[in-house]
């Protein structure tokens, strides 16, 4: 078998990789409906903002204690409650925009109940891949199958809904996610997994709380890859919810000029999965990283000073391959790592540190672009993520000399 299938050779993966699918290509499609409505209803870079604040928010404060709950119940069970508790917020926006009763304030409401959903649901969906693959050896490649799955949703999914928003309108946009969610239900229901013991039960949640956080930030390795991952996450994910500025601005265009550029930006986070998940050895990753990351800031301020819009396509090339690269890599290294028993917590760190970080960038950069423009906000915030990649890689050797030890220890590397 080809090294970049490895994670197919288990039947629950296979299950869940159909079901994924189906279920985040949806979800992109509801992305891009909600961004487009909030900003046909406000004409507002600072409600893009808060919409964005609203569905990530709680990665940063609710997931570190979804980590917890992760580590001590059935991952499987809670996947299938939250993907049964995402569809009310899905089913009522198509109910509420199909009606003409739609308002900013409904839109904000439901980001933040879904946000709170998902901060549950990333960490036992993350954690939940070592018990479908089974063996450590083919988690780093079931990590990256699975980041590709969110890729290629992203690059399928806003062209899908650029095309629906078109000709039907977001509600059915919203009808066609909710629908998607039980592709994902039927598959969790047909896998056969085998009964895991829980964790830390015994301990209160408080001191799990604070053991996640000693375990993921007190081992230098994992640390500066915890921080180099949130000032990437801040500073690159405002340019996909300052893009419908972009899109009919900048560019003149409409709907479907929003969804080619995302699905632009997914293209390059697909390639560089899809290289990931090829690799077969952890070896060489912190390069991958520094290099990822560097993409990402530049070009994310070249980004901000193109006015062609097939350069721009171009430039979002980069940008998608160096945001996802350095968060599929840092997730790779840190599961790897990771004790059974603290998996969920380190996870659910991770997504404080990914997704967690998107909402406070995209606050301060729809702030800053209410008065003084887009492109220059998204200039800033490019030169600032790659002032994150240089510092990295000014104290790379001191990294690998921390983490090589471990790596031999676990036999993840010759």
Avoid at 42 to 68: D, E, K, R
Avoid at 319 to 335: D, E, P
Wanted: aromatic letters at 10%; a positive charge; charged letters at 10%.
């Amino acid at each position: 078998m080809h090294p970049i299938l490895r994670g197919f050779q288990h039947r629950n993966f296979r299950l869940f990789f159909i079901g994924q699918t189906l279920s985040m290509t949806g979800t992109w499609m509801q992305h891009i409906a909600i961004s487009w409505l909030m900003y046909r209803l406000t004409n507002s870079a600072f409600m893009l903002g808060l919409t964005g604040f609203a569905l990530q928010i709680p990665m940063l404060l609710v997931s570190p204690f979804a980590g917890v709950w992760v580590d001590r119940f059935n991952r499987r069970r809670l996947l299938l409650l939250t993907q049964a508790l995402a569809l009310a917020p899905a089913l009522l926006l198509a109910a509420l925009t199909g009606a003409g009763m739609i308002e900013a304030w409904h839109i904000i409401a439901l980001s933040l109940f879904l946000g709170t959903v998902n901060a549950f649901d990333n960490p036992s969906r993350g954690a939940f891949l070592l018990e479908m693959v089974e063996t450590r050896e083919h988690l780093p490649n079931a990590i990256a199958l699975n980041s590709m799955i969110m890729h290629s949703a992203r690059f399928v999914g806003p062209s899908i809904a650029g095309v629906v928003l078109a000709y039907a309108g977001e509600a059915a946009c919203f009808m066609l996610n909710a629908l998607s969610y039980l592709a994902l239900i039927v598959a969790l229901l047909m896998m056969r997994v085998k009964p895991t013991a829980a964790h830390a039960r015994h301990t209160h949640w408080i001191g799990g709380l604070k053991q996640g956080f000693g375990y993921a930030f007190g081992f230098l390795p994992s640390r500066r890859l915890l921080l180099l991952l949130a000032a990437v996450s801040l500073t690159t994910f405002p340019v996909q919810q300052l893009m419908p500025i972009f899109a009919r601005e900048i560019f003149g265009g409409d709907a479907r000029t929003l969804g080619l550029l995302i699905s632009a930006s997914a293209l390059g986070a697909l390639c560089g999965t899809a290289y990931l998940a090829n690799r077969t050895s952890l070896a060489g990753l912190s390069r991958v990283i520094i290099t990822a990351s560097f993409c990402a800031g530049i070009g994310l301020a070249l980004f901000s000073q193109s006015r062609l819009l097939p350069l721009s396509l171009a430039l979002m090339l980069p940008i998608g391959f160096g945001l996802f690269a350095t968060a599929t890599s840092t997730n790779t290294i840190l599961q790897s790592i990771a004790d059974e028993d603290k998996r969920g917590r380190v996870v659910s760190i991770y997504g404080m540190c990914f997704i967690g970080m998107a909402p406070v960038g995209n606050f301060i950069a729809g702030s800053i672009a209410s008065h003084i423009g887009a492109p220059l906000t998204l200039l800033i915030f490019g030169s600032l993520c790659t002032l994150a990649a240089m510092a990295f890689a000014l104290r790379l050797e001191s990294w690998r000399a921390a983490i090589r030890p471990m790596y031999r220890r676990l036999g993840l590397v010759k």
